[in-house]
Each structure stands twice: as C-alpha cells, then as structure tokens.
T-cell receptor, first 111, second 114 residues
Framework: GENVEQHPSTLSVQEGDSAVIKCTYS??????FPWYKQELGKRPQLIID?????GEKKDQRIAVTLNKTAKHFSLHITETQPEDSAVYFC??????????FGKGTKLSVKP | NAGVTQTPKFQVLKTGQSMTLQCAQD?????MSWYRQDPGMGLRLIHY???????DQGEVPNGYNVSRSTTEDFPLRLLSAAPSQTSVYFC?????????????FGDGTRLSIL
C-alpha cells in the first residue's frame, strides 16, 4: 500500500545549528508534499508545502527539497531556535487525493 | 472566522458506549476528513468526504461512521466504544481535494475509553 517513511524519529540539535528531516514516499504519482509542525497538545499546523513541479522552496529559515526520481523530500531548518522544538510530520498526496503522513520527528533544540 | 471547530475537547467513555464527535468548518471547504493520532503512529485517516452527501473510508475505518449532510458539518460516530479507540481525533478541511490546497486542522478531541 501507499506509505511515507520519515527519519529520524528523534533529533536533538544545539541552538543555531541546522536540522534536516527526510521522507520517502511510495506512490510515484504523488504531486503534493506538505510539512506540519505540532507543538505539545496542539493541532498540526502547516509550515511549508511543495508541489511536484518544483525542486525546492524556501520560507525564511525553512526550506523543502524534492527529488521525484528518488521519491525523496526533505525539510531543512537553519539557525534553529528553542521555539522550533516540536514534532514535525511530512505527508504526501495519495492516489485517492488524501494525505498520507509519516510517523513524525521529535525535534529538540537545546539552548 | 473560526476555521475548523471540534467538540468536545475531552471525553471519557465506558466500553460499549456510543458517541458523536462534532466537526464544523465555516470556510465553505468541500473536503473534510477525520484522523486519529496515536503515539509513534502519526496521523491515520479514518474517513473523508469530498462534498455534501459523499463519504468514503480511509486507512482505519472500522468502528466508526460518518455522514455529510451539509458542507459545514462532518460528525464522526463511534458505534460501540472499545479501549483500542482511545486516541486523539483531529478533523481537517481543505477547499478542494488535497493536492491543490493545504489542509486546516481543528484543535482535536482527546478520547479515553475505559
């Protein structure tokens, strides 16, 4: 079936360092890849998304890259801050038009 | 503009009881969906709807029913609650089928089944 693999499951970095989270997807027809940030006890919130017609998208300290040939996409956070600490989920559009989520990465940014 | 509103925020049930989780959106979105979130499992799709009168099953539909009589509302019914349904439930909506518009999530309902 369709699935999205996300790595690592936990990531700890020092404040100011960069963080990278990687995902792979199984459905080569997927064309939409959002990233969500979820703080403890809160709802998932969209932080950035990318469509299959581009290879990279940036928004301030956050960037997402997409390699359709390899079916990989990654989230890059530069100059990390303590408020970046949260669980991050990647997702890919499935064949029925729904989102298929990875299992999440818990990012901890140490001051 | 409230976005996606879920009620209740918390609920405790006994095994075998039934209940309905409410979800309403005021953005005139066509697409609505229900997810459950369990530790280490991410978000798994239960049921979804692409418009009023149309519903379909997701990855984990067993034990749940949905209906979509209006564009605004998409309630989730637990028919006979089981401890395995203890979870956090999120409702989400988007203007159209995912792929062209981002999904907006509600605040969630924390459900415990004893």
């Amino acid at each position: 079936g369709e699935n999205v693999e996300q790595h690592p499951s936990t990531l700890s970095v020092q404040e100011g360092d960069s963080a990278v989270i990687k995902c792979t997807y199984s459905d080569s027809a997927s064309n939409y890849f959002p990233w969500y940030k979820q703080e403890l006890g809160k709802r998932p919130q969209l932080i950035i998304d990318i469509r299959s017609n581009v290879g990279e998208k940036k928004d301030q300290r956050i960037a997402v890259t997409l390699n359709k040939t390899a079916k990989h996409f990654s989230l890059h956070i530069t100059e990390t801050q303590p408020e970046d600490s949260a669980v991050y989920f990647c997702a890919a559009r499935g064949s029925q038009g729904n989102l298929i989520f990875g299992k999440g990465t818990k990012l901890s940014v140490k001051p | 503009n409230a976005g996606v509103t879920q009620t209740p925020k918390f609920q405790v049930l006994k095994t075998g009881q039934s209940m309905t989780l409410q979800c309403a959106q005021d953005m005139n979105h066509e697409y609505m969906s229900w997810y459950r979130q369990d530790p280490g499992m991410g978000l798994r799709l239960i049921h979804y709807s692409v418009g009023a009168g149309i519903t379909d099953q997701g990855e984990v539909p067993n034990g749940y029913n949905v209906s979509r009589s209006t564009t605004e509302d998409f309630p989730l019914r637990l028919l006979s609650a089981a401890p395995s349904q203890t979870s956090v439930y999120f409702c989400a909506s988007s203007q159209h089928t995912v792929g062209s518009q981002p999904q907006h999530f509600g605040d969630g309902t924390r459900l415990s089944i004893l």
